[in-house]
């Protein structure tokens, strides 16, 4: 089907689709009766597993204990008796490889008997650990490529879960994956140890204040996802869609974002449709999903759990990419997750808002109400200033891509800098620190001396400040809201940095601390002489203005923040001498692990731009200038009949033409010529090579295409436009 064709077909799809479609009815059950029924979660397993097999189990679960080994045949037994009563005949190891995205192999259950037959086999030893092959999956070095054996270890903490197809289910369990060495191919290995190192050191610093938690200090996180909607005919239409996931061609339409009149709006009805059947299929599956929205640009939504403890977090986060795109083919639809996929307008999100603390003791991120808990709440938010001050490069490398770069900096996204919005009033209160008194803003009377444990601190508010929306880590009440997150990477390699650094932060402020007490000092003394450090030191990552704005850029490089503004300027960060020595010291990664992720990083940013690169040549060379070059014909054509009849005839839109033509071809050999050598190049000169070199010319070649779009005639343009794309459902 020739472009031109696909694009016609697109629009009269969608618009029988519309006249077609009608409402499904999701009213017969209540979602309380069927939330979670797909999952083999705790309610399940204290009615089907023996009652020590269940208390060992349990033990694991909440409370961190290594597991008993000699119950996983029985808890293998259940879970497969559960999973084949709900017509599951396979199962599957579910991990998340280096390349970000979700993987799994499918065995079946069924196996022959000697009579001719099958039973149904699963062992404790099937449970806990599969063996896919890994020779495919990138390793950065970490393995020779002949060395095939990878592992998959099943994570406890994570409870396996039912998947429908309309051809069947089968059992999914969540799990890590190594190498034979024990080395981490994956994204949720370090997630795990980090969080590890985040109750061991958090542990240390409440055991000071003279708490002793009987449950685990565990990060939590809500990841909000946005995305895209359009007629998947649209996309069927544009191969760069189709292969890119972006658009690297497309004028804007004369109307955007501008009239903020998508944003919160009344959601349409086909897309509505489709959002009520991802939540029904996520509420199976336990996902708390709790918002949908319109987003501000044209055809962007927005989906939003509730909190969870960060790993659960993650997990769920991955299934609700995959809900989104799965159920999106069934309305005629097409979920974009690419964090850029249409130019001039806001790209997409997964805003991570991040707290630490448990049940017994809520967010430690929350100021509370009585002088003592705003004493712990202030040691904790310290320990995040200095966390972020001294690891911000690190943060920045986490949310690292080749289509992240395409958002971060813009309007709908905070810049490449680093830094911390606390508000006024908080900021004031660490401020005073300095002085060692409480001012006005704060909420006190007057100037009084600083005293920790008695009632001199008055209690903070909830909110001690509005919203930033240009900071990439904004306090929002009782939690840490970072929005730098693109909206298709997985949230683990930031949640790990973000445990990693805390870890590290807490262990700074429980040896300081110790190191006070031990000299003699009170305990308040002593908290207030490492408040007063942590201010001195860090003050600087700090910033409640605009982070938009040229002011504060020049400010930024004045205190010594790293704007890292590119993918290969980011990734460095990773193997950087304290990057390294945080992880390792934390038991997360060690010096080879990091290197291979940032090898891995940053080979697949070039395989995206070449991908891109070589996408605009094709779609350049067989779409776009053979129309321009039709139109062009036409134009002359007019121009020698009217001279022909002796009539005056200009032309500019003839010139106009013929210059973007010439241009565009310049611009596509140009970047023919630039991709040549590219790969030829060391992985970062590379990588640093196509940021530099290949980006500008393709965006030369883009601003061509996009200027004969406003030209040639419409009946021979044979790409969607944003126009249709965006309005058209």
């Not at 799965?326 to 996929?341: F, Q, S």
């Not at 999100?349 to 929350?366: P, Q, R, T, V």
């Not at 980006?695 to 030209?711: C, I, K, Q, S």
Request: hydrophobic share 40%; with cysteine.
């Amino acid at each position: 089907m020739s472009s031109n064709v696909a694009r016609q077909h697109a629009i009269q799809a969608i618009t029988t689709y519309k006249a077609d479609a009608a409402p499904l009815n999701f009213a017969e059950t209540k979602p309380t009766d069927f939330f979670g029924c797909n999952v083999f979660n705790d309610k399940v397993m204290r009615e089907r597993l023996p009652k020590a097999v269940y208390k060992s189990l349990h033990k694991t679960i909440a409370f961190g204990e290594r597991m008993d080994p000699s119950i996983a045949d029985t808890v293998a037994a259940v879970m497969k008796d559960w999973a084949i009563e709900k017509g599951a005949t396979h199962f599957t190891h579910i991990f998340y490889p280096l390349t970000g995205q979700t993987a799994e192999k499918h065995d079946s259950f069924l196996s022959p008997d000697a009579s001719g037959g099958v039973i149904a086999e699963f062992s404790g030893s099937m449970l806990i650990r599969g063996e896919p092959d890994a020779s495919s999956f990138p390793s950065g070095g970490l393995r020779s490529t002949f060395e095939a054996r990878g592992y998959t270890a099943w994570d406890v903490t994570s409870p396996a879960y039912i998947m429908e197809n309309p051809n069947g289910t089968f059992l999914c369990i969540p799990t890590m994956f190594l190498s034979w060495t024990g080395v981490a191919l994956d994204k949720k290995t370090p997630l795990l140890r980090s969080g590890q190192a985040l109750n061991r050191e958090a542990k240390r610093v409440l055991k000071l204040f003279g708490i002793e938690p009987e449950l685990p200090i565990v990060s939590f996180a809500g990841l909000e996802q946005e995305y895209f909607c359009i007629d998947h005919n649209f996309n069927f239409a544009r191969p760069d869609l189709q292969v890119a996931g972006r658009s690297l061609f497309g004028a804007r339409p004369a109307k955007g974002q501008e009239f903020s009149d998508q944003y919160f709006g009344v959601i349409p009805q086909r897309v509505l449709s489709y959002m009520m059947e991802v939540e029904r299929e996520l509420y199976k599956l336990a996902v708390p999903v709790r918002t949908r929205h319109n987003e501000v640009a044209p055809s962007q939504y927005e989906i939003a759990p509730l909190y969870e403890v960060s790993n659960l977090a993650v997990d769920h986060n991955h299934i609700v990419m995959s809900t989104l795109r799965n159920v999106a083919k069934r309305y005629g639809l097409k979920c974009l997750l690419h964090e850029k996929p249409f130019a001039g307008v806001n790209g997409s999100g997964k805003h991570l808002n991040y707290s630490i603390g448990n049940a017994e003791l809520g967010s430690l991120f929350d100021p509370g109400e009585t002088p003592h808990a705003n004493a712990k709440f202030l040691v904790f938010c310290a320990a995040m200033i200095r966390a972020v001050h001294k690891f911000g490069g690190l943060l920045r490398a986490t949310v690292a891509s080749a289509s992240n770069d395409h958002r971060l900096g813009a309007n709908e996204a905070p810049p490449a800098i680093m830094s911390i919005f606390l508000g006024d009033q908080l900021t004031e209160v660490f401020e005073a620190f300095r002085a060692g008194r409480v001012e006005d803003a704060a909420g006190g009377r007057g100037k009084r001396a600083l005293n920790l444990g008695v009632d001199t601190l008055p209690s903070l508010p909830a909110d001690p400040g509005d919203r930033n929306r240009t900071s990439p880590v904004a306090f929002t009440g009782n939690r840490f809201e970072f929005r730098a997150l693109g909206s298709s990477q997985s949230a683990a390699d930031s949640i790990t940095a973000l445990n990693a650094m805390m870890a590290d932060s807490l262990a700074h402020a429980a040896d300081w601390l110790e190191r006070e007490l031990a000299a003699g000092k009170d305990f308040n003394a002593a908290l207030q002489s490492y408040i007063e450090h942590v201010i001195e030191e860090h003050s600087a990552i700090i910033f409640n203005g605009d982070g938009y704005s040229d002011i504060w850029h020049k400010e930024a490089a004045r205190r010594g923040l790293p704007n890292l503004r590119t993918t290969p300027e980011a990734l460095p960060e990773l193997t950087r001498p304290e990057v390294i020595e945080l992880y390792e010291s934390q038991q997360v990664m060690n010096r080879q692990e990091l290197k291979a992720r940032q090898d891995i990083y940053l080979e697949q940013y070039c395989k995206t731009l070449r991908t891109e690169a070589r996408l605009m040549i094709r779609m350049a060379r067989t779409i776009i200038f053979p129309a321009g070059l039709r139109y062009q014909g036409e134009l002359a054509s007019t121009a020698a009949s009217m001279k022909a009849i002796g009539k005056d005839f200009r032309t500019v839109t003839l010139d106009a033409v013929t210059e973007q033509l010439r241009g565009l071809q310049d611009a596509v050999g140009s970047l023919e010529a630039v991709l040549a050598g590219a790969d030829e190049k060391p992985l970062e000169e590379r990588a640093a090579y196509y940021c530099d070199k290949v980006l500008p010319v393709m965006g030369e070649a883009r601003r061509y295409a996009d200027l004969l779009e406003t030209r040639v005639a419409d009946d021979l343009w044979s790409l969607p436009s944003y126009q249709e794309i965006l309005f058209g459902k």
